[in-house]
């Protein structure tokens, strides 16, 4: 079954860390760029970082720049999010999605609240 699967969100206190994970399933992972998104209650969904197909290289949005990192491994089919030095403005829900020539894919999204 072809589905992306987030995980890693949970509560975290401000200046916290985190890392989120997000495992491809039936995609061959190695040929689509992976990107991160965000939606945060009452907001629009926001991009957040992308990484390129071999991981050389990322990009990041300005608030989060710095303080997160996303990272990839190809052998396991998985993209990772760290998110380092949290702030309450990033508790929101996180997507991964996956992106090719032929083919776009959403994860369902895993919730993240940094809160003390």
């Known amino acids: 079954q072809v589905q992306l699967v987030e995980s890693g969100g949970g509560l975290v206190q401000p200046g916290g860390s985190l890392r989120l994970s997000c495992a491809s399933y039936?995609?061959?992972?190695?040929?689509?760029?992976m990107g991160w998104y965000r939606r945060a209650p009452g907001k629009e969904q926001e991009f957040v970082a992308q990484i390129d197909l071999t991981g050389g290289t990322t990009n990041y949005a300005d608030p989060v720049k710095g303080r997160f990192t996303v990272s990839r491994d190809n052998a396991k089919n998985t993209v990772y999010l760290q998110m380092n030095s949290v702030k309450p403005e990033d508790t929101a829900v996180y997507y991964c999605?996956?992106?090719?020539?032929?083919?776009?894919?959403w994860g369902q999204g895993t919730q993240v609240t940094v809160s003390s």
């Open positions: 039936g995609i061959n992972f190695s040929i689509y760029t």
């Open positions: 999605k996956a992106e090719s020539f032929i083919s776009r894919l």
